[in-house]
T-cell receptor, first 113, second 111 residues
Framework: EAQVTQNPRYLITVTGKKLTVTCSQN?????MSWYRQDPGLGLRQIYY???????DKGDVPEGYKVSRKEKRNFPLILESPSPNQTSLYFC????????????FGPGTRLTVT | GQQVMQIPQYQHVQEGEDFTTYCNSS?????IQWYKQRPGGHPVFLIQ?????EVKKQKRLTFQFGEAKKNSSLHITATQTTDVGTYFC???????????FGPGTRLSVLP
């Protein structure tokens, strides 16, 4: 089954404790992306990757890091989480053709206290 | 930078009524996508529009792309309870590789 998986699905952590949210897709997609979703703001892109070892900032990259060492994986790293990073995070992937139809993972709800 | 707005923010309709959400971009778009997110779920791709003035239909859903490629609309005819959710538009400019999402329109359908 074609899918995007994220782990963990729920996470409660404390300020400053480094964490990683994993994202994996099994569709051989070149393009992968991370979004955060906050009430009234929709989905805002954090980082995206056009292919292995190629990443670029989205609209809200501050406080986040990403890496793309393998085509299927695109982890999101919060080196020193802060309460304003409490949000719902989605990973997405798509082919790099004219369609760019994005397939989203189930989401990770992060709470930073 | 590119901004995408949607109106209304919320819409409550009686089952069987029609529903329309509008999407407006601050810049001309290369293409626009629409997604639906059910409560507690993740966004699911509905459709992409590419051509100026394009109209596409999916059963009771009609999507339009404006002539100037700066606005779009999604119209649902005779809403059903299964239409409940938040509808997002996402626009891509000509020089970027990423899509900018609008804030979404949350649709409630009363049976």
């Amino acid at each position: 089954e074609a899918q995007v998986t994220q782990n963990p699905r729920y996470l409660i952590t404390v300020t400053g404790k480094k964490l990683t949210v994993t994202c994996s897709q099994n569709m051989n997609h070149e393009y992968m992306s991370w979004y955060r979703q906050d009430p009234g703001l929709g989905l805002r892109q954090i980082y995206y990757s056009m292919n292995v070892e190629v990443t670029d900032k989205g609209d809200v990259p501050e406080g986040y890091k990403v890496s793309r060492k393998e085509k299927r994986n695109f982890p999101l790293i919060l080196e020193s989480p802060s309460p304003n990073q409490t949000s719902l995070y989605f990973c997405a992937s798509s082919r790099r053709d004219s369609s760019y139809e994005q397939y989203f993972g189930p989401g990770t709800r992060l709470t930073v206290t | 930078g590119q901004q995408v707005m949607q109106i209304p923010q919320y819409q409550h309709v009686q089952e069987g009524e029609d529903f329309t959400t509008y999407c407006n971009s601050s810049t001309t778009l290369s293409n626009i996508q629409w997604y639906k997110q059910r409560p507690g779920g993740h966004p699911v791709f509905l459709i992409q529009l590419v051509k100026s003035g394009e109209v596409k239909k999916q059963k009771r859903l009609t999507f339009q792309f404006g002539e100037a490629k700066k606005n779009s609309s999604l119209h649902i005819t005779a809403t059903q309870t299964t239409d409940v959710g938040t509808y997002f538009c996402a626009g891509r400019g000509f020089y970027g590789q990423n899509f900018v999402f609008g804030p979404g329109t949350r649709l409630s359908v009363l049976p």
